[in-house]
């Protein structure tokens, strides 16, 4: 009899363990995806961006349109100018969602690029591209260097 009891006793208490596990799995996850939802996806789905230099914070590089999925944040679109399509992507930081960082390609050339982005505000983007190019030095050999490149993203309101 009191075999019986300890066991049960036991699986009970077994059983409330497991079960406060998951529950505590379900909680964080949901309350991460909502997270995702009103700080990401509210704010930057389906919304459109114009890229500047930021030296030329002026001329339009090239627009894009954005679409969320979780911390990701996929874009594409067209250089101005240009016949060059551009994607990419970035991973924001799950714990901070103002960071994060990605890649970029461009469908018509091989340029390409690995981001940092910085959410400044609901209308702002701060992304540091570097890009690693080759041209020849003055032996005529060629020679791989990083040029440095940065991009403020705003919001197309129109």
């Known amino acids: 009899m009191a075999l019986i009891d300890i066991s049960s006793f036991l699986n009970s208490v077994l059983a ?3 079960g406060n596990i998951i529950f505590a799995f379900l909680l964080i996850w949901g309350f991460q995806q909502f997270r995702y939802y009103y700080l990401l996806r509210l704010k930057f789905h389906n919304k459109t961006f114009d890229t500047y230099w930021k030296r030329f914070p002026n001329e339009i590089v090239q627009s894009v349109t954005c679409t ?3 911390n990701v944040i996929k874009y594409k679109g067209d250089k101005t100018g240009n016949v060059d399509t551009v994607e990419g992507q970035f991973i924001m930081n799950p714990i901070n969602l103002k960071i994060g960082e990605g890649f970029h390609t461009n469908k018509n050339s091989d340029g390409f690029c690995f981001l940092k982005i910085i959410i400044k505000d609901d209308n702002t983007f701060f992304v540091e591209a570097p890009y690693t ?3 020849e030095n003055e032996k005529k050999n060629k020679v791989g260097f990083r040029i440095y490149q940065a991009f403020i993203w705003r919001r197309n309101n129109n």
């Open 16 to 18: 409330g363990i497991i």
């Open 68 to 70: 969320v999925k979780g």
């Open 133 to 135: 190019s080759v041209k």
